[in-house]
């Protein structure tokens, strides 16, 4: 099971993320059978990356980065930074940074970049609104064949989906789409993967699901929406509530 924690802008402090990063670096040792991987502003990566010793369950990634590898390209940081200060994973795509201009085909490319660097690329795709007549499946069938489009099959292997439908995030408990409607969406994207890859095997390419995930609705996510994991922003800011995630995660991979 993957839990990513996506702190976005916050907290305001280095010392504030030390302490943060640290509790939950402690509740995610208890948390058996689950890989976390905490995304911090990209400010604080090198100083909490150095906090801890390498290990095969518990990551530092980043929010977002750049296609390119270095150049005029103000405010951006690159997969060569990344890589230089021992960070392998990436959040790519989330609504907020396709919210402020991001297309497809800028997913696309960083996708790809990233994969080929060796990556771990947490793809984020999600429909902004919800129709009665189901165009949004239509819409995340899209997002997830532009930004894949150049990803081979073996480089799919370095890629979760993380399906974060925009309405539901950032809106609190109860605001997250159902279990019942999540293994629906969770069915549906195996099945634009069959379609691209032709593969039986790309059916269990991870698929996470984010937006209001709390500990109270967290079980009930993983064990009947059959995720493979959740990408948590808000729950993610304090140890308890993300701790109890973590916790909620390896019940259901252990039991
Ligand atoms: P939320 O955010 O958990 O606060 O809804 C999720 C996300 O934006 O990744």
Redesign the pocket.
Known sequence: MYIVA?WKLNPASLSDAKTLLSGTKEVAKKAKGVTAIVCPPSLFISPLRELYRKSTTFFIGAQNMYAEDTGAFTGEISIPMLKSVSVNHVIIG???RRGMGETDEDVAKKVSRAVNAGFTVILCIGEWERDEQGSYLGVVEQQIKTALSKVTYTGLSQVLLAY?PVW????GSGSALDAHGVHQMVLYIRKVLKDMYKKNSVLSTPVLY????DAENAEALMREGEVSGL?????SLSVKSFGDILLAASKVTTS
């Not at 539901?168 to 809106?171: E, F, L, N, P, R």
């Not at 990408?231 to 729950?235: R, S």
Request: proline share 0%.
């Open positions: 996506n989330h609504s907020e974060e539901a995030i950032g809106k984010g937006g209001s995930v990408l948590v922003g808000g729950k």
